[in-house]
């Protein structure tokens, strides 16, 4: 596709239910980053992919969230045992390279509401 | 840690009325990018400032990157309500001594009164 795809764009779950999240980068950028934005609130990092290095995970506010990325491309942002405060917009970015050299493209978010 | 500070937090100004977010770095930064967010969308790209003192325009936006590579200034001339939006500006957290991810401020958000 021309732009970062994200899925599903809205999500609604039960409290301790896990949910996934996908994203699907422009093809043939090798970094990946997913952020958090609550409601009227800034972007808070969760992790990054850089081609086949580690990723970085720095960002996880807990052991519930995380992130894979097959194959260079797809990645999925998995929050176990989901609670109210992971409600948020959940932003897939993906660049050409690292942030040296390319901006961010973001993708149009994954609202999750957890009741 | 390395903080990417962005003040202020709110701007209400009138049509026709300038504007003026600025952008601070606890660290040196290789690179500084800002982004533009309109209420219910994504973050967009506005440009990408990589040399000391470099200032760049596009139309009514001037962008300024420091002398010490720390902080940035966004300066939009007389703003309309198009301008409306949350201001966000980036730049790479220094990881391992290698670019890693980019630490975002928490934006400037911008309203314009007709």
């Known amino acids: 596709g021309a732009g970062v795809s994200q899925s599903p764009s809205n999500k609604v779950t039960e409290k301790g239910k896990d949910v996934e999240l996908r994203c699907d980068p422009i093809?043939?950028?090798?970094?990946l980053y997913w952020y958090r934005q609550s409601l009227g609130q800034g972007l808070e990092f969760l992790i990054y992919f850089q081609g086949n290095s580690a990723p970085d995970k720095s960002g996880l506010p807990s052991d519930r969230f995380s992130a894979e990325r097959t194959g260079g491309s797809v990645s999925t942002l998995t929050i176990q045992r989901t609670q109210q405060e992971d409600s948020a917009v959940y932003l897939c970015?993906?660049?050409?390279?690292?942030?040296?050299?390319?901006?961010?493209?973001f993708g149009e978010g994954s609202r999750l509401t957890v009741l | 840690g390395q903080q990417v500070m962005q003040i202020p937090q709110y701007q209400h100004v009138q049509e026709g009325e300038d504007f003026t977010t600025y952008c601070n770095s606890s660290t040196t930064l290789s690179n500084i990018q800002w982004y533009k967010q309109r209420p219910g969308g994504h973050p967009v790209f506005l440009i990408q400032?990589?040399?000391?003192?470099e200032v760049k325009k596009q139309k009514r936006l001037t962008f300024q990157f420091g002398e010490a590579k720390k902080n940035s200034s966004l300066h939009i001339t007389a703003t309309q309500t198009t301008d409306v939006g949350t201001y966000f500006c980036?730049?790479?957290?220094?990881?391992?001594?290698?670019?890693?991810?980019?630490?975002f401020g928490k934006g400037t958000k911008l309203s314009v009164k007709p």
């Open positions: 970015a993906s660049s050409l390279a690292g942030p040296v050299t390319g901006e961010l493209f």
């Open positions: 980036a730049g790479p957290l220094l990881n391992g001594g290698s670019q890693g991810n980019l630490i």
């Open positions: 400032l990589v040399k000391s003192g």
């Open positions: 093809s043939g950028h090798t970094a």
